[in-house]
């Protein structure tokens, strides 16, 4: 069965750098979540979107920004990178019929040099 | 504030035993439940999940029990096989919201 995807698997960056996320739901799945995962820590939900509009946020910086296209992917677009941005990103999915249930992608992991 | 919390950072168990992890909340809002398994530079991978209106739900060897009173859950996997050796997460959201995960426990499973 097809899964969340998401690209790169592994980004290097520069301190003050961009960098961007890039999640590809489960086919007719809906809904795109971001949770960022810190070395020995449990992931911390960012942000959400439903049928393209933002549904809702968490503890995400204002550095970051994150949209949801027609197709369903979704970006998370990360500037002024900061050595504690370093951390696993991952998305999940999910769908109309099964809102409860996010299905995970196998993570970004970003190292901020 | 860690609304979800698992107090065994670590568990192990012989294969074929019963493995027991245990997940408490203290959101009464609270209302699906979820444990995801988590293998090392991998997504978190669905296993099983619960609503507030059940007590138990078993899928195969897996087991979930919820007691909204003691606002407690856990994940019973029975019988334990190597393959099981993972970190298991227990999470909860709110009316299909975001996920809030626990810290995670370590399950090593010995032949």
């Known amino acids: 069965a097809a899964g969340v995807i998401q690209s790169p698997r592994h980004l290097i960056k520069e301190k003050r750098e961009t960098a961007t996320l890039k999640c590809y739901p489960i086919?007719?799945?809906?809904?795109v979540y971001w949770y960022q995962q810190g070395p020995g820590q449990d992931p911390q939900f960012l942000i959400s979107f439903y049928e393209k509009m933002q549904s809702d946020k968490g503890s995400i910086p204002d550095r970051f920004s994150a949209q949801q296209f027609s197709d369903y992917h979704s970006e998370l677009n990360m500037s002024s990178l900061e050595l504690g941005d370093s951390a696993l990103y991952f998305c999940a999915s999910s769908s109309l019929g099964n809102l409860e249930t996010q299905y995970f992608g196998p993570g970004t992991r970003l190292l901020v040099l | 504030d860690q609304q979800v919390k698992q107090n065994s950072p670590s568990l192990s168990v012989q294969e074929g035993r019963i493995s027991i992890l245990n997940c408490d909340y203290t959101?009464?809002?609270?209302?699906?439940f979820l444990w995801y398994k988590k293998y090392p530079a991998e997504g978190p991978t669905f296993l099983i999940s619960?609503?507030?209106?059940?007590d138990k739900n078993e899928d195969g060897r897996f087991t979930v029990f919820l007691n909204k009173s003691a606002k407690h859950l856990s994940l019973h996997i029975v019988p334990s096989q190597p393959g099981d050796s993972a970190v298991y997460f227990c999470?909860?959201?709110?009316?299909?919201?975001?996920?809030?995960f626990g810290q995670g426990t370590r399950l090593t499973i010995n032949p």
């Open positions: 959101n009464s809002m609270f209302d699906y």
């Open positions: 086919p007719r799945h809906d809904t």
């Open positions: 999470a909860a959201s709110r009316g299909a919201q975001k996920l809030v």
């Open positions: 619960i609503s507030s209106i059940k």
